[in-house]
T-cell receptor
């Protein structure tokens, strides 16, 4: 079983649309959760950390459901510049390694 | 804004040769990491380094790999005898603190693309 699973997409949405990505993780003792963004052939860049209470940063909202081992990312009012691959990332209960999902590809079209 | 830097941006080598990939982490960060991403695949953890020693490594990080902090600024990854399957993008990352604290965000460098022929 993969440790971090994501729907690879691609998600093709028009500008202004709302889009949601989901992610599941297998290690119930995982302690830290993130969404990173990766543009083609570039490094992953932190989009936001994910907290148990849910958190919002502008147009982006992240939710964590520990009971279901499920993380989500909601993007409102999509911009062309949001086109990228969104990586769900989990740190297990011990250690420092980021466990990456394979990513969900988003293409925002005019 | 401080950033992680990596050199070279692209390294081409022959199978069996040694390569050293270099990284300069963010200056006040104490934890350093190497990851790799084979084309079309997910980012994979290789090793973490703290207080001048390896704190964690993955199954990928076998005896062919080593890391070093030769001075106060550089952090290197050495592959002793490269294989075709080592071709990948190698990312260095650093963080202020280890996992679980509020300062555990890992910041990535732009990567070194390693091509083994």
């Amino acid at each position: 079983r993969k440790e971090v699973e994501q729907d690879p997409g691609p998600f093709n949405v028009p500008e202004g649309a709302t889009v949601a990505f989901n992610c599941t993780y297998s290690n119930s003792a995982s302690q830290s959760f993130f969404w990173y963004r990766q543009d083609c052939r570039k490094e992953p860049k932190l989009l936001m950390s994910v907290y148990s209470s849910g958190n919002e940063d502008g147009r982006f909202t992240a939710q964590l459901n520990r009971a279901s081992q499920y993380i989500s990312l909601l993007i409102r009012d999509s911009k062309l510049s949001d086109s990228a691959t969104y990586l769900c990332v989990v740190i297990p209960n011990s250690g420092y390694a980021l466990n990456f999902g394979k990513g969900t590809s988003l293409l925002v079209t005019p | 804004e401080p950033e992680v830097t990596q050199t070279p941006s692209h390294q081409v080598t022959q199978m069996g040769q040694e390569v050293i990939l270099r990284c300069v982490p963010i200056s006040n960060h104490l934890y350093f990491y190497w990851y790799r991403q084979i084309l079309g695949q997910k980012v994979e953890f290789l090793v973490s380094f703290y207080n001048n020693e390896i704190s964690e490594k993955s199954e990928i990080f076998d005896d062919q790999f080593s890391v070093e902090r030769p001075d106060g600024s550089n952090f290197t990854l050495k592959i002793r005898s490269t294989k075709l399957e080592d071709s990948a993008m190698y990312f260095c990352a650093s963080s202020e603190a280890g996992a679980g604290g509020g300062l555990d965000t890992q910041y990535f460098g732009p990567g070194t693309r390693l091509t083994v022929l």
